[in-house]
């Protein structure tokens, strides 16, 4: 018989031993070596036994050592000890403490969080890149709180049949089992939210929060009593399910999260979010919740949109229009219409918002989840420089008429929490050698004083640790697929702690290539079982339940694993999370990722391994496109523009090839009289000085709060001011504006200054007539957009001056003046344009309202080469 409910009974501690409770439901123990060793004393062997999961030691700890702790004196000391220092962790001023200027309070939205193994809320880089931005902004004393959904079966976990093909299980996940604590009102009975929904139906969800830190977490869990089944089901599993299921989850996410932020703050007195951070389209929905609760404070749409847009930031972590949410245009009517409808939000308003741009992949008969929230966000951000760029083209169509260098996309570069994925020994050094090492960039140089044998010994340590424990999950694994242990001796001898061991994990989709190395079989066995050289690769991934062809991906690696002359040199092990990514990126010394270049948005696992000692051997996407120097590590060239995706993947996996042969393993044996390979060494040292402070989720999470955080909340302020004074103003002004520009031409160019022969140095004048219609000068900003240009007169990355009114005459139009330097030699030109300005506006693209001259070469002087 199967139960029909499952439940956690927890220990009582006894009074002695309170604090141990406190310790076990603050997250900071997951990054927090000292707090680790403290639960590991409570008991050695059921710590082992439940792996290393402080919850479910407290429920399998038996009472009676529970009793012998509460007398021993040295235990005591040490657990006052660690609960004062989680104290003063948590009300210690901090680097943000000091800031001027920076919001009260941001509210973090996510699909999915990777905090720990202990709280499997999450399936891939989007979770785990979360998880970091929580703990770096717990070590920084940034007031976050983090919004995400309780999935009661998580993600998947893994296995593999006897042929080798993916397998998924869900383990039902009790809430009372991991380190949750409920959100109650003040009269003790559960905090509850309600999403409506059509046809009379309403959703309701309790809230439990982790406390990451110094950082609440609030996960909304819809399995409660008030509920139908269905409903109960909407936070069953992480990316399951069909279009209406995914609609679901991602309107709790977004119109609950925010209700949901309003409660913690309203019970537990936190204070109110400044400003909303999307983090991808999952939760765009929160946007229209703001507007809704403005609107109903008696604002109009467009200024609630304006009061919102100040204070979002939205980011996005695809460069694939494939990888982004689309629901049919019809189901988001009925959500928002009908008998669902909000009083002060048309549907039809909604509807624009994710409206899909016209043009090429444009689908009017689709609602956009990212497009929504671009539009939401007045600052929008890609997550390596390379993806920035690549959003950027993904999302021209948002700012007709603006070159793609200006669609408002920038780019912060993603980051990894050193605590979290650094092995200890490394850290433990780190802590003695360089006290600076996550806070200054200039302490990441003392790296070149530590001896080359002390670093070698590290990788030493955590190499070994990698294959000890890659034994004993490549034995696990066999044993489920249907081996018996007389078969699997030869497990005993798998993988060697001092052969060269590269290291591939991720998710995997098709473009991550996971079987690129397969692409000549004889070739890698060659390299594999080299006498002299021999390598060794420790492969782990999941496919998505409904990716085929990843799970076709995974069999033929396995089928490949297993044949017996390489099996001791290559293991795929199953079922990828927290803890063993983090002895992978601990233990391997090449790191290895093979995108197709540019589908890679960042990918931090390749910065994990670094900040461990590893060297990266990678495509050159993501963030390996920027901080690639040449000297830490290797760049795998790209067969960028060949067409033929099997010509492609043959000519890189044969640079891959030739790189490990003739590079990365002759220079890792190359050692004299038995010592360390120093060569090598002077390469890993060259990394971490140089990727170090670069690849911190600290240095990230800064970025965010000076260069989108703070500005957010500074114009959220002062929209908000005075009633929202501002606000309305603004609105007004773009409504007026955008009524206005189908007047607004350039109707004539002029130059002078530089004769017939123009030289570097000299300066051009240039005067504009422009038309302004019903605008008035200080409603525009006219430029002169100059520089390099291509072979069809394009402007190449131009540079832009001011012109100024000099002239105004009574039919609306207005000669502006400037001045263009010719600061370059060769090809030349210029052109003029108009664009909205105001104070408040982020960028010169905001309004996607661009006006220049219709024809360009028949102006006096229009182009000027």
């Known amino acids: 018989m199967r139960a029909i409910r499952r439940f956690t009974v927890r220990t009582v501690l006894p009074p002695e031993l309170a604090a141990l409770g406190e310790l076990v439901h603050n997250l900071r123990w997951s990054w927090h070596p000292e707090t680790m060793d403290l639960f590991e004393q409570v008991d050695p062997e059921t710590w082992q036994r439940v792996g290393h999961d402080p919850v479910a030691l407290l429920g399998a700890v038996d009472s009676r050592r529970l009793a012998e702790l509460a007398r021993d004196r040295r235990f005591l000391r040490r657990l006052a000890d660690a609960a004062d220092d989680l104290r003063e962790y948590m009300t210690a001023p901090r680097w943000y403490q000091n800031l001027e200027g920076a919001p009260q309070a941001i509210a973090y939205f996510s699909p999915e969080f990777g905090i720990a193994a202990a709280l499997p809320q999450y399936s891939g880089g989007l979770g785990i890149l979360a998880g970091d931005h929580l703990k770096a902004a717990s070590d920084l004393g940034v007031p976050i709180i983090g919004v995400g959904l309780l999935y009661r079966h998580g993600y998947f976990t893994q296995s593999l049949s006897p042929e080798g093909w993916q397998l998924e299980h869900y383990p039902s996940l009790d809430p009372g089992g991991m380190p949750l604590t409920l959100l109650k ?46 409903s109960r089901d909407v936070t069953d599993r992480l990316y399951g399910g069909g279009t209406d299921h995914r ?87 009925r959500q928002f219409g009908g008998d669902n409808a909000w009083p002060t939000v048309d549907v039809e308003r909604i509807l624009e918002l994710g409206a899909e741009p016209e043009g090429e992949g444009g689908d009017k008969a689709l609602f956009n989840m990212a497009v929504m929230g671009m539009r939401l966000a007045q600052r929008v951000n890609g997550v390596s420089q390379l993806h920035g760029k690549v959003s950027r083209e993904m999302f021209q169509g948002l700012w007709p008429g603006f070159d793609v260098d200006e669609v408002p996309i920038g780019s912060i570069t993603n980051g990894v929490h050193a605590p979290t994925w650094v092995g200890r020994e490394a850290l433990e050094l780190a802590g003695e050698r360089l006290p600076l090492l996550a806070e200054e960039a200039k302490g990441w140089e003392g790296i070149q004083k530590i001896s080359d044998e002390e670093i070698w010994e590290i990788r030493g340590k955590l190499r070994r640790r990698l294959v000890e424990a890659a034994r004993e999950r490549l034995r696990r694994s066999w044993r489920e697929r249907g081996a018996s242990d007389p078969e699997l001796k030869w497990i005993d001898e798998a993988l060697d702690p001092d052969v060269l061991t590269i290291g591939f994990a991720r998710r995997v989709p098709s473009y991550k290539r996971l ?6 079989p004889e070739r890698l066995r060659a390299i594999l079982l080299h006498p002299e050289r021999p390598v060794q690769i420790v492969i782990a991934g999941k496919a998505h339940p409904a990716d085929e062809g990843g799970k076709r991906l995974i069999q033929q690696i396995v089928r490949f694993a297993d044949q017996e002359d390489v099996r001791h040199r290559i293991v795929f092990l199953p079922d990828y999370d927290m ?9 391997c010394d090449v790191w290895m990722n093979n995108p197709l270049r540019p589908l890679e948005a960042c990918g931090t696992s390749g910065m994990k391994a670094a900040l461990n000692g590893g060297l990266n ?22 067969a960028d523009g060949v067409e033929d995706p099997d010509r492609r993947d043959e000519l890189e996996a044969s640079a891959l090839y030739d790189l490990i042969e003739r590079e990365v393993a002759p220079r890792f044996y190359d050692r004299a009289a038995g010592g360390p390979p120093r060569r090598w060494i002077e390469m890993v040292k060259h990394t971490l000085t140089s990727l170090g402070p670069k690849v911190l989720a600290g240095r990230m999470l800064r970025d965010y709060v000076v260069d989108l955080y703070t500005p957010a909340a500074r114009a959220a302020r002062e929209l908000a001011a005075d009633n929202y004074r501002q606000a309305r103003a603004f609105a007004a002004w773009k409504l007026r504006v955008r009524r206005a520009w189908p007047g607004v031409r350039v109707e004539h160019v002029e130059t002078s200054g530089v004769g017939d022969t123009p030289e570097l140095g000299a300066t051009l004048e240039v005067r504009a007539t422009v038309a302004l219609g019903e605008l008035e000068p200080g409603d525009v900003a006219v430029q002169a957009a100059y520089g390099r240009v291509g072979p069809h007169d394009e402007l190449v990355r131009p540079s832009y001056a001011t012109l100024e009114p000099v002239e105004s005459a009574d039919d609306g139009r207005v000669i502006f003046h400037g001045t263009v330097p010719l600061d370059r030699t060769g090809a030349f030109g210029y052109t003029v344009r108009v664009v909205p300005s105001h ?7 905001e309004l996607g309202l661009i006006t220049v001259p219709e024809e360009p070469a028949g102006m006096t002087n229009g182009t000027f080469r």
């Open 515 to 520: 079987t690129l190395m397969l692409r000549d």
């Open 579 to 587: 803890s063993l990514a983090q002895l992978l990126v601990q233990g």
């Open 617 to 638: 051997l990678s495509i050159r996407d993501g963030w390996w496109d920027e901080w690639y120097d040449g000297n830490n590590g290797w760049a795998i060239p790209t």
């Open 247 to 333: 609609l679901l989850q991602e309107l709790l996410l977004g119109i609950g999260g925010v209700r949901a932020v309003r409660a913690y703050c309203r019970i537990t007195g936190y204070p109110e979010p400044e400003v909303f951070h999307t983090n991808e389209g999952h939760a765009g929905f929160l946007g229209l919740e703001r507007i809704r609760e403005l609107t109903e404070a008696r604002l109009t749409f467009e200024e609630a949109l304006e009061a919102v847009r100040a204070g979002t930031v939205f980011t996005t972590h695809t460069p694939v229009p494939a990888g982004i949410d689309r629901f049919p245009m019809d189901m988001i009517a």
């Open 839 to 845: 104070p408040l506006m982020a960028s010169p693209a």
């Open 185 to 230: 009102e003040p009269d003790g009975e559960p905090a509850r939210i309600r999403v409506n929904l059509p046809e009379n139906r309403v959703l309701h969800a309790q809230i439990w929060v982790a406390q990451v830190g110094r950082v609440p977490l609030l996960l909304l869990d819809s399995d409660v009593a008030e509920n139908d089944a269905l």
